[in-house]
């Protein structure tokens, strides 16, 4: 089993910056794709960005230019330096990994339990 522990959120004023992290733990063998997802009050959870294990970034239209997402394979880690907030990036962001656990294995996708970012002045 993998675990995945988001922090780093809280409230933050429009215009501001929060630096998100999501570290792994438990039995990981490797973990390739990595992500971050956000879900508004009575929103569908949106996909926000994700990284590949070779370091390879995509991002939501919504958050191209104001937001970057890294990740430290060493720590089993990865980042999402959100700046130039504004009040509809308010959300829950939850981060997700797949895993697999040998290298014969398909992989398994593990999900956050989601760290509360609030935009608002």
């Known amino acids: 089993q993998v675990q995945l522990v988001e922090s780093g959120g809280g409230l933050e004023e429009p215009g501001g910056s929060l630096r998100l992290s999501c570290a792994a733990s438990g039995r990981i063998f490797r973990i390739y794709n990595m992500g971050w997802y956000r879900q508004a009050p009575g929103k569908q959870r949106e996909w926000v960005a994700a990284?590949?294990?070779?370091?390879?970034?995509n991002y939501a239209d919504s958050v191209k230019g104001r937001f970057t997402i890294s990740r430290d394979n060493a720590k089993n880690t990865v980042y999402l330096q959100m700046n130039s907030l504004l009040a509809e990036d308010t959300a829950v962001y939850s981060c997700s990994a797949d895993h697999s656990a040998s290298p014969f294995s398909t992989t398994r996708t593990f999900w956050g339990q989601g760290t509360q970012v609030t935009v608002s002045s």
């Open positions: 990284i590949t294990l070779g370091g390879s970034t």
